[in-house]
């Protein structure tokens, strides 16, 4: 099938998916979930495939892990199903409905998207987690995963859509592109006619080819190059355990920290003890010239440290001397995702509040915390870190638009 | 100046707008509409320049009047400028403030969008209009104005930026791009490291080539093929007076009605009395096959008639044996803009309302209502066509985001 006939079948089923009632669509959710469970046999095995295909190619320890599925994985991604069902539907919700002068009644009224389009890399649960979030938003879904998941995202989909058969639900309702011709995925960037918005999961590379080819509007997410300002006012053993938290909790995801900046009053004190803490997982510690001079362990920034997402155990350190120059240079570097400042001072607080451009700006707490389940959305289809449309963790309502409906009897303009 | 340049002179002063207070802001506004009739001689003598030029070259009569200034037209600029400055200030509003389980508490604040593009045609009241509206949300603003208002622009322009240097403002929160070559254009749609979001005003050719080569997130404005469907119960003096309104109250405009869906049932009775109410207006009905016979003076339709927004007195009309088909056809040819339904069946009402796919739906109104005014907005920047970030008449909330505020007090991720 072209990608031109998967979208055109995505859009005509739009209609009956957007004005699906909640139960409809939570039966729907269960039934996919129990089809994964008892296609488990067949998307594991399609599964080895994709390992021992990947593990042939010379892929890393860390990528395989994440590409395997077991039977606990796919446990996991039926449960997953089963509490997007019990989330509160996001449709048709009213945002607003006043009475205007010349009578009319005019609501603003919350509708699915219609067909979104994702674009990931090679983790395969986010197959049948992409799915429930959009289904239960009353929309169609086409996915085009990475090459290296293909047979387990065909699996997936294929169980997804047998669930969706035996509710007697449009199957169609996810689809995936299986071709991994380039040209195929760049076409499906441009599907502007079917697709009504387009969100790259993955890194950054992937992110900014998006963004350079779609005709599509896109959700630009993830990529995170989050800093923590120690202030002058600080309390120590606080900004240890965030920045050794916001560092090495999870070093592999978007919201982690990569670059510190400190209050030159603290830094002859402060980074000896930071020095300690973060040998504990060998940081790599990569800083400007006055905090080499203090700590010759460090290791020399270059330019390029400052806007580097590391994604590993490593962070650049900046010595600045008031907050107007930390907010300076972390509006300079950021991604505009997580920053975070550790302070006592009140006026700082607030200054670094209202003066760092970002999704989540944190005052003494880890950048970890930026996560559709920690903000208590219940789920999370990616994390915006553009300012359009949505800005920070997405769950159910970033995936529905309004549509205004008005109410008349006979109003014409004058 | 490069459009590099302008650019990151408007990324600068983001910091500054986006914390202006709204006493500032609307002083602001206030000195802008005073430079404004101070300038207004020499605003009129650089339109004159302009509107020579465009005679000569042979524009319309139509054109020519909407670059035409007067010294009226620029008091009412100066008055929207006033108007704008009388609108509550959306920026710092709380949408939500949270405490989760772990002691955070997450507040979501709306702020500017930062820096926004507008490229627009021939009308240079414009120019004035989303100035204001882009420095009420604290926003800065980069206009690319068409070559035929150029000289006006720039006079409007300067003017506007001696109101804000008097009112101890940056200037540079407005800026016009002055090179028209076309490469500048381009240019200026892949200027995402300083514009944030870029809103295309004006005909359907520039909004695609926007959509097609722009890099930063656009929103879709404007096109507008609105239909009015007359199901088999609707009053016929209602639909008459709508259908005349929405064809011919103003021709030129995005919600006008370019199309019409009539009910089989009622089409031998209706047609006539159509006709004779669209003559007084000389409207050419552009029909399928089954209205033809019924009324040999319609011209027969072509299939590229269905999608056409003409902005003329003609329209396209069509006949069908159902609301299904009704909504299909209208789902199909649509721009999602604005569509109507004449009924008095309550159940056709709700369910057009449901099914059809558009950023208005109306029961027995006209379908001119859709604008920013009109909706009780006071202002309007445009009336968005696309899904993401906002769908309709687009007025001050419209050109914010949020961002997530955290206040924790040591908080680490376990």
């Given at each position: 099938?072209?990608?031109?006939?998967?979208?055109?079948?995505?859009?005509?089923?739009?209609?009956?998916?957007?004005?699906?009632?909640?139960?409809?669509?939570?039966?729907?959710?269960?039934?996919?979930?129990?089809?994964?469970?008892?296609?488990?046999?067949?998307?594991?095995?399609a599964n080895q495939k994709d390992v021992e295909k990947a593990t042939k190619s010379g892929m890393n320890a860390g990528l395989i892990d994440r590409l395997e599925l077991?039977?606990?994985?796919?446990?996991?991604m039926a449960d997953g199903l089963l509490s997007v069902a019990a989330l509160e539907d996001p449709v048709g919700e009213f945002l607003s409905?006043?009475?205007?002068?010349?009578?009319?009644?005019?609501?603003?009224?919350?509708?699915?998207?219609?067909?979104?389009?994702?674009?990931?890399?090679?983790?395969?649960?986010?197959?049948?987690?992409?799915?429930?979030?959009?289904?239960?938003?009353?929309?169609?879904?086409?996915?085009?995963?990475?090459?290296?998941a293909l047979e387990s995202n065909i699996a997936i989909v294929k169980w997804l859509q047998i669930g969706l058969s035996d509710a007697g639900l449009p199957q169609d309702s996810i689809q995936l592109i299986t071709d991994t011709d380039r040209e195929v995925t760049k076409e499906f960037m441009r599907l502007r006619e079917y697709v009504d918005v387009l969100i790259p999961r993955g890194g950054a590379g992937l992110i900014k080819a998006v963004v350079d080819n779609s005709t599509i509007p896109v959700i630009e997410t993830g990529t995170g190059n989050c800093h923590v300002f120690v202030d002058e006012s600080a309390d120590f053993n606080m900004a240890l355990d965030i920045i050794f938290n916001a560092k090495t909790?999870?070093?592999?995801?978007?919201?982690?920290?990569?670059?510190?900046?400190?209050?030159?009053?603290?830094?002859?004190?402060?980074?000896?003890?930071?020095?300690?803490?973060?040998?504990?997982k060998s940081v790599e510690i990569r800083a400007d010239k006055e905090a080499c001079s203090l700590e010759p362990s460090f290791v020399p920034a270059t330019e390029e440290d400052w806007g580097k997402e590391y994604l590993d155990y490593i962070l650049s350190l900046k010595i600045v001397g008031s907050i107007d120059e930390a907010i300076n240079h972390i509006n300079q570097y950021s991604t505009r995702h997580s920053e975070a400042i550790i302070t006592s001072d009140y006026g700082n607080s607030q200054k670094f509040l209202n003066e760092v451009d970002a999704a989540a700006v944190y005052i003494n707490a880890s950048t970890r915390f930026t996560d559709g389940y920690e903000f208590g959305f219940g789920a999370e289809i990616g994390i915006s870190t553009q300012k359009l449309h949505a800005r920070g963790p997405m769950g159910l309502k970033e995936l529905t638009t309004t549509k205004y409906i008005i109410y008349g009897n006979g109003q014409v303009r004058p």
């Open positions: 099938m072209t990608v031109h006939e998967i979208g055109k079948k995505a859009k005509e089923i739009t209609n009956i998916l957007g004005i699906l009632g909640s139960e409809k669509k939570n039966q729907g959710l269960r039934s996919a979930a129990e089809a994964l469970i008892s296609g488990a046999t067949e998307i594991l095995a077991t039977s606990d994985r796919i446990g996991a409905m006043k009475n205007r002068p010349n009578g009319l009644t005019i609501g603003q009224k919350r509708v699915p998207l219609g067909v979104v389009g994702i674009i990931y890399e090679a983790r395969p649960n986010v197959t049948a987690d992409a799915f429930g979030l959009c289904f239960k938003s009353g929309n169609a879904v086409i996915l085009k995963g990475g090459s290296d909790q999870r070093i592999g995801v978007c919201n982690s920290c990569e670059s510190l900046v400190i209050h030159r009053e603290i830094a002859p004190k402060f980074l000896p003890l930071l020095k300690e803490r973060l040998s504990l």
